[in-house]
């Protein structure tokens, strides 16, 4: 039998309390390894992701283009500076399949040099456009503001020039219930998660834990909401944790005894704060943000303290708690301080995550597509 080889072209390298995509791929270039499929990632970035060497044919690194050499007219910014020929050379050496993981990474497909007499899979989690029009709503007036809804437009129009690509689409259910209309060659297939699951402690935490990238614009938002609107008043321990934090953030988790932050937790570490927590609190203010960090709560944490923006897109109602308002999460973050996470809770929990996640039925789903 010939040995099955993929290409998969990620937009950069995963780090510990990254969601979604990134997250995702992780947990897939593992599966797809004990599948015998030799895999060929490439990554824009600077650093190895040493993890996943062991699971990698080979693994190419590509630098990501800075400032105005990134930019383009038609193109998003995001798109355009992880644009690199030799990544389009290594690419058209063979006919093996492509799986683009997310719309960031579609550059080579936009190449004419690229030939399409192969199967090529654009892998979506989330709907870029929309992403970056809720990140607008997110940023005060200045240049960011205007490059977010720069970014959505232009994300809005690859989204139509793709479409007429021979290529297929495997989207998640989330990114089906707004997005799927306008597709035709597409395939729903779930999120990948960490399996076996990794199930929750009984008993009482002794804190309160966000966790998430830190370095994007979602994420730092949430982090300084919650320590100006929750935890300035209610004195309870609150650790903020993930990756490349501001100044600005590290400052202000700090300014009050009761309150840290934790930076770029190695994933051991932040599995750790994630099982210790007694609430994993993780409200969400980007429609399509953070189901990924929403799963690593449910799978390890107690109670789990979200809004419906980020639990609707979960369907996970049953085993969350959910506020809305300021005073809201501040009382019911009161509450679920004081309450123990029993029998009946596990229950409930374990029901919900063996219903929606099923990683071999994904992957067998997804390499149906491929080959």
Sequence with gaps: MMDKHLHI?????????????????????????GEGILLHLHCFGKEKPESLMPFCHELHL??????????TLSLPYAVSSRSDMSLVKRLEADQFPILFAGLKTVSPLLDSALKKERKI???????EQTHFRDLTRLCSWGCQKLFCAIESIRFGRLMNKLLSA???????SEYSKSKIQALNNYTVIEQLIEMPFVMPQSGMGNFCLYHGNLSKTEHAYAANWLLQNVFNTLEVPFVIA???????????????????????????????????AQINILPSFVSQCNTGLLYQALAMGRHVLTNSTSACELSSHSTCHIAESNDAFLGMTEVLFKKSFDGSDHETRAAFLN???????????????LY
Aim: aromatic share 6%; net charge positive; charged share 25%.
């Design 9 to 33: 072209v990620a937009h950069d390298v995963p780090l510990p309390s990254d969601s979604g995509i990134l997250k995702e791929l992780v947990f897939l270039t593992k599966a797809l390894h």
């Design 62 to 71: 590509y630098p990501k283009k800075k400032g105005h050499k990134g930019y």
């Design 121 to 127: 899979v654009v892998r979506l989690l989330r709907d």
């Design 166 to 172: 021979p290529i297929q689409f495997a989207v998640s």
């Design 355 to 369: 219903g929606k996640y099923n990683n071999q039925k994904t992957v067998s789903a997804l390499i149906r597509m």
């Design 242 to 276: 993930g990756d490349n934090p501001s100044d600005q953030l590290e400052k202000a988790a700090h300014e009050k005894m009761h309150t840290c932050l934790v930076a770029n937790p190695s994933e051991k570490e932040l599995q750790d704060l994630i099982k210790k």
